[in-house]
């Protein structure tokens, strides 16, 4: 019976783990990455500023921290 004897130590092992785990303290932050294959124009760089303008909004940002369980508001956004 080797089966008692190392389900003892997993179970061991996965509450020290939990234990002594730290809890991970977030700077809720939202990246925007943009992909282009080419040099951009600038009415390119103007319309993908505009629609990140739009969509980043108070709300928006407050939604994307509650679903992503952040306890904090999003504080930064880059692009």
């Known amino acids: 019976m080797m089966k008692k004897p190392v389900l003892c130590i997993l179970l061991i092992l996965s509450v020290l783990m939990m234990a002594t785990s730290c809890s991970i303290e977030h700077n809720p932050a939202v990246i925007y990455k943009v992909s282009i294959t080419k040099e951009p124009t600038q009415e390119t760089l103007d319309t993908i500023l505009e629609k990140v303008k739009s969509f980043t909004t108070v709300e928006n940002m407050d939604e994307i921290?509650?679903?992503v369980g952040w306890?904090?508001?999003v504080s930064q956004?880059?692009?």
């Open 65 to 67: 921290a509650r679903k």
């Open 71 to 73: 306890k904090q508001r």
């Open 77 to 79: 956004i880059y692009l």
